[in-house]
């Protein structure tokens, strides 16, 4: 199967732009995404899985099996804006080789959908926390970054390792255009305080305002999620690890 | 040839009920499943080679080649009880991506045969036996999940690895039900205690009696067919790497 | 590509015995194989190139490139006798997927010209030489390790590793017939005096004579190609892991 | 997806070469190809990435991001003379599966373009550094060889590995001609003089005089392409291992 995708709705949406929140580094994509599924009330249209990812069930509190998944959601918005499609998930694909098929797939899916544009969000690891992080970013063109660097970033300089990256990378190569936005992290954590920054950049960009009142829960909820799913545990004994190894934390 | 299906013969089953017993932990799963197969003189329909599985062979007693392989048996009962498809085999995968691909088929092959409930049976690791395992379930849905209670399980928190847990968490994905029966077991050696309890757990579900008298016999018959596999000594040997690298053993 | 087939003929044969040849421990196979190709002037009408071989070219004393390549060749015997397939190669594939592939497109192609009998040859690890090695054998079914026995070998207790076993476990699962013979070898070189007796015990099933004047020859020249493949300092280099790890070298 | 190939135009080409020049060992391969790209006004007409490439993107300067990608350019020549095509990229496949798709997806393409000769370059690790490096070859044939060492190259002794190798190996297997040239070199970094070498020689076979005068500028454009990727570092770093590791750098 590689990724089997079972779409259940084929959304007619306007000029939508692809947000990818998969786990990552500090979880800041993870829990923007989240958050904007939850205040948007994204619907969602899309889940894949890929033999690529981990070969387990994960059990919530109510006994209920949880699978190693991926989800792409909608979001229509008022006339003159431009719709989002949110990519969610509990895990990136374990291999390379696995990344590429996914993140592959799920660009095909979008540019069907018109999807044109891709913002991807990473942590970007930094020893210690601060109150007001470094936003970076990396985008697939000169024009494109001059609106990333407008939007209050600088520059990324080293490599944007997993979907973060490849997203914005194979992107390119799929003639769409799109940015990779990195927010500073200690990143063993859920990291709420990143994420909210990540957010603040992004509604800029989209001229969207979410309400974060409920951020700190949203991020609760990940913690959970990645507790039950061993990845905040994964990531602290990851740490001893070269940086390198860690394959597909951003 | 990633998976190879031979399907010898497609039975017209009453509602059948997927029982997947392969090696993994105690090897609990494993002695049920053959016990059953033995007791209810189960038929083989469909067998299933890997390019995932180990590239070997392991000779038997008489000088006969056995190779790693999955087999699947159905069992028709009498009219008002739900029949029975066996997941029985010799191995499971030995990746991550020969694990969803051998799950996805037998999903797909029993889905075919008009099954939409799966029971998956592993061991819990759990340092001391006792003469009263404790038994534990996920389940893709609440309602499931309230039968799996009902018959005695507790709520099971962590990760079920393998295809015991891979089963239950692709049958959602494929809007089938199902639970994960799992335990405790000190999970080196076959368990024929533990066996006995997930055979009893599952008669009770199923509203099946089986006689016991011969399980010892078959749980040697397991221990020394996996002697002749080195799966007995590789546990052994497992044991002393993290738990998390286990990969298959449930 | 996988693997890569180039049948250049199908040539009609009479009830052909599939012989297979490649290199593994103590180069038993290889050699025999090779010496058969020389003195019954087999004909080459296939090679397979697999995405699981090594990726490199070793070079050979002339200055030309050889790469990991498997071959057929044919060798057709005066009336009465059995036609003969020869599987020859300077390597097996690096992984298990890899071997399943292969195994299961060799086994496809003699099929279909109507062979339904495998002998593989493998080397059998023991610590030091013996004039006189013990013969072993494993086979399909009873009736064929009769045959097996009533040439001179013993039972073979545990598990042949490689295209040796998998040869004979996957014809099994074809429906076709077939023994592994096993030799004991030191196994760290080529072993000509293992060959020989590989050789006499194939010669006495297959009622073949094959002048064993040049053997020696042979068993050098497989050396001088194993030298340049990197495979014979491997091995020693490799007596160092445990044995499991040396998954292909049977 | 394995390799996704775009390719952009099918140019006519009277007979042309395919010269490799995937980066490696010194880079030497790199640095010529490069350097032949922008000389010649070499026209790119297809690229391909492959799940086999590291998932990652990298920043460049103004902060654009750069994927791991294969490119081939083609140059015409004026009349009488063979025409080239060029095969560059920044990275090669990470496993052996991902190199065969690669090397044989290139030669597919190259082939129907009417190529039957492929010169793979190559940096032959040496411990010092020489003002004169040594130039070895190996080829498809005898006929080819003779070429290679009228060209002023020694017979190559030892594996070609990597795609310097393979593409040869994999040329013969396709009924292609060619050889590959490699020159020596402390192959740690970008290495502009026996790049300078390699341009000569393969000058000489082509009749192709390339003005070097940039050829400093060129090598330090793969230096600094390098450096983003983190491949230079990684080459320092994997000194110390094995020199069999060091898969792909030839």
């Known amino acids: 199967m590689v990724c089997a995708v079972d779409i259940t709705e084929k959304p007619k949406l306007n000029n939508p732009v692809l947000i990818e929140g998969l786990p990552g580094i500090g979880f800041v994509a993870n829990i923007a995404a989240l958050h904007l599924i939850k205040e948007l009330k994204a619907v969602k249209f899309a889940q894949i899985v890929s033999s690529s990812f981990q070969d387990f069930a994960v059990t919530t509190g ?3 099996a949880r699978s190693p998944i991926n989800e ?5 918005r008022q006339e003159g804006c431009r719709d989002l499609i949110i990519w969610y998930g509990n895990t990136q694909a374990l291999t390379t080789f696995g990344q590429y098929e996914l ?3 799920v660009l095909d899916i979008v540019q069907e959908l018109g999807c044109n544009f891709v913002v991807s969000i990473g942590g970007f690891k930094k020893d210690e926390a601060a109150a007001v992080p470094g936003l ?3 985008a697939t063109d000169l024009e494109t970054m001059k609106t990333a660097l407008d939007l ?5 300089v080293g490599n944007v390792f997993g979907i973060a990256g490849l997203s914005v990378g194979l992107a390119k190569l799929h003639c769409m255009k799109g940015f990779s936005l990195l927010v500073d992290t200690p990143g063993m954590n859920p990291d709420v305080n990143a994420a909210r920054f990540a957010l603040n950049t992004i509604g800029k960009f989209l001229n969207l305002q979410v309400d974060q009142t409920q951020l700190e829960e949203t991020s609760n909820e990940i913690k ?3 507790e ?3 990845l905040v545990k994964t990531i602290s004994e990851e740490k001893k690890k070269e940086e390198q190894q860690l394959r597909w934390f951003i």
Chains 1, 2, 3, 4 share one sequence.
């Open 228 to 230: 039950t799913f061993g």
């Open 103 to 105: 993140c592959g797939k």
């Open 152 to 156: 209050g970033t600088k520059v990324m």
């Open 62 to 64: 109510d006994g209920t």
């Open 72 to 76: 792409l959601y909608y979001v229509r």
């Open 136 to 138: 970076y970013s990396t």
């Open 224 to 226: 959970r999620m990645l």
